[in-house]
């Protein structure tokens, strides 16, 4: 295979994580909550996706937009109930919720649909291959790309352009002093979570072709999305996009020419990183 | 000094503690058919202990201990496959021994970052040794693992019985009571309240001139060699070890054990082992999904309300009832 | 130093005496909590250095600063909550000791640890409460345990961040006696907003406005300074 597939392959692959992980990255840097459900936030909304397609026959953006609504709304519910009174709980304490709350998700999905693997049936536009001239290669890794890229830009401008994402920046640094310069956190934190998990949920339905769908799929990337949004920042979407497209691209070349090390290496790149700079390659450092 | 002699006669052992012990060798007697079910709840409490000196004393949250455990089982393993060592109590030796080192060395290193970085430098370490292990085929096995291991005879007396596993448990018995006389003693000594502190106002022991990292990594170090321990009598009780004994799924369990129970508590891990696992025994197996469901749900309700577990509700109730007693 | 854009503690060239009872007041935001957190090793400067006898300890962490004889009580108690008293001050008592770290002995059979704890609890007049936890203390009997943790570290170099804040006036005093009983020749640094206290404890006075040194002297010269009463707006100092 030649590089330019390989490497295209990996950034589609990135592209899905990013999707997940930037809602991940900035409601953790927002909120400082440790949130290990995010994944199966991320696996709801791909179901939701995919069973929308195949029982309601909605087409694949509008599948997209519904899953994203759904579980925004699913998770709105659960912030303001479960995650909101341990905000200032102990990092154990968020740990076991999410934990418990990623159960609850793959018990209700395995009850509800049942453990098989979900395939997704692509629509006709973005089957088959591309012809870039050079190469020809899968229509559907080539619109991911271009759509993570824009989502990336989008979010960006968001956050750097409009006053929403200025108090959002400004919490992720100080929370306390936006708070007193009358910044409402509470809001912020629910709105802020909502799209992250909105985020996730198609990105659980984008990547349903390439991570698989299935009640495995929480404990089975969680490693990914934690290291994905470590090793990025939290709360920085420049940073979550690269870390994503690093461990994409990585994952992707090391299975194809070191399948039986290539996890092994993520994991002690991850170590060896960290140790470096915990926050992470552009975090911000922690006092 | 009521409270300094109350201080004083704190670690004295109270009638209570000897039912633990009491009631496990009635088990003996009484269950002789739900001998290899007692062995795993035996091990499960050694590293729900182990856990709980790190976590619920120290208060290192770590999703990665694991690694010392399966450290531990993979070692007695190797030494039984490649080198025919397989006399068992050397082996706990030898498991204790890597498991720590590795728990040292890792806690050095780690123990300088806190908060997410360090949960995740947890994860990765243990996901580390599972991804080699899995890679040193040759060593471990691989995938597979390594099955039918055969251990020799404890003391040079009792042999194991793969059957009924009746010297495991025995055996497993007496090797939980050794480590938790020594995680007792820390408990109750200086060291045990420096860790107590660390945990409850880690600026403070600071400004008290407390060498906080060295007795986290210390704590760690041996918190490692005991969860090593319980991993090696894993492997020698029954006679295989594979890639299970690592992993998440492993970590999050013996988690969320000491959780139900009740971490800092000594006893927690004891509570929250059989608690879980008949639970798990029983309903697991004829409802799987329900039973994921059940737990996550326990889960959810004791990370809001209870999250000192079993033990704590106890103690709050007891509290309780003293209150009104007393005017 | 320098605490993003904003500069904080700017030019404190600042000497406490051996044996001094000397007193830190300013208006709020002056900066007098942050120099002791300069001092403690809570933060590091951006310029300039700290040295004790003669010693550079600039580059000290904490916990070394307080091997050397420093000690501090919290503006904010910072307590082992769930601890009884008797184990928070015992705990601060076997680290001087030096044997926080031992393992083998149980900690409440160090009958050296826990009578040094008995005495500093005697001496805060916390004998009642020694065996509840600092949870279910009133506030002002709690600001008394932060103080009997300084003391329990033998300290060369005691600095107490308002102190009284928070303990009854009619309490204050067991806070005086039991600065009155330390040995001569430890110097005792008072942040306060409280001027009677200010003014029955200390030799030496030094106030800060804006994270620089506005005036020193002794309390009479200080009391008598216009630009003091100024900023104090003339009433406080009238004591």
Known sequence: MDVISVLLGGMAAGMVLFVVSVGLSVTMGLMGFVNLAHGAFAMLGGYAIVLSMKHWGLPFPAALAFGFVFVAAVSVVAERLLYAPLYRASELDQVLLTIGLVFVMIAAVTLGVGPETQTVVLPAWLSGQTDLGFLQYRTYSLALIAAGTALMLALWLGFERTRIGARIRAAVDNRRMAQSMGVDVGRLFTLTFALGSGLAAIGGGLGAEILGLDPQYPFRYLAYFLIVVAVGGLGRIAGVFFAAILIGVLDFVLKIYFPKGGTLFIYALTLILLLARPQGLFGKRVG | ?327 | MNFGALEVARKVNFRLARGARHALIGPNGAGKTTFVNLLTGLLLPSRGSILLEGEDVTSLPQARRVKRGIARTFQINQLFRGLTVQENVGIAVSERLGIGGAMLRPAGKRSDVMAEAARLIDMLKLGDDAGRRVVELPYGRQRLVEIAIALGLNPRVLLLDEPAAGIPSTETHILLDAIATLPKDIAVLIIEHDMDLVFRFADRITVLVSGSVFAEGTPAEIAANREVRAIYLGTALDG
């Open chain 2, 1 to 327: 000094m009521n409270a300094a002699t109350e201080l004083a006669r704190r670690h004295r052992w109270r009638w209570w503690e000897a039912l633990p012990w009491v009631v496990s060798l009635a088990c003996y007697f009484a269950f002789p058919n739900y001998l290899a079910f007692g062995t795993q709840v035996l091990i499960t409490i050694l590293f729900a202990l182990s856990l709980d000196l790190v976590l619920g004393y120290a208060g290192i949250v770590t999703l990665g201990h694991a690694a010392f455990f399966g450290a531990g089982a993979y070692t007695v393993g190797m030494l039984a496959m490649h080198w025919g060592w397989n006399e068992p109590l050397s082996g706990l030796l030898a498991a204790a021994l890597v498991a720590g080192t590795i728990g040292l060395a890792s806690g050095l290193v780690l123990l300088r970052t806190q908060g997410l970085a360090l949960l995740m430098l947890t994860l990765c370490t243990m996901a580390l040794l599972e991804q080699a292990a899995n890679m040193g085929a040759a060593w471990t096995g691989g995938f597979d693992g390594m099955p039918g291991l055969s251990f020799g005879k404890i003391l040079g007396v009792f042999g194991f019985d793969v059957l009924y596993y009746r010297s495991q448990y025995l055996y497993a018995l007496a090797a939980l009571f050794a480590c938790f006389l020594l995680v007792r003693m820390l408990v109750y000594s200086s060291f045990g309240q420096s860790l107590t502190g660390i945990r409850e106002n880690l600026l403070r022991m600071h400004a008290v001139g407390a060498p906080v990292r060295g007795r986290q990594v210390l704590a760690y170090a041996v918190s490692a060699a005991l969860a090593g321990v319980a991993g090696a009598l894993f492997t020698q009780a029954n006679g295989y070890v594979n890639l299970a004994v690592l992993g998440l799924e492993r970590s999050a369990g013996v988690l969320i054990v000491l959780i139900l129970g009740g971490y800092g508590r000594l006893y927690g891990a004891f509570v929250g082992a059989v608690a879980y696992m008949l639970l798990e025994d029983v309903l697991a197996k004829a409802y799987p999904t329900a039973w994921q469901l059940g737990l996550g749900v326990t889960l959810v309700v004791v990370a809001l309300y209870a999250r000192n577990g079993i033990l704590g509700m106890g103690d709050a109730l007891w509290r309780r009832l003293q209150n009104r007693a007393a005017p």
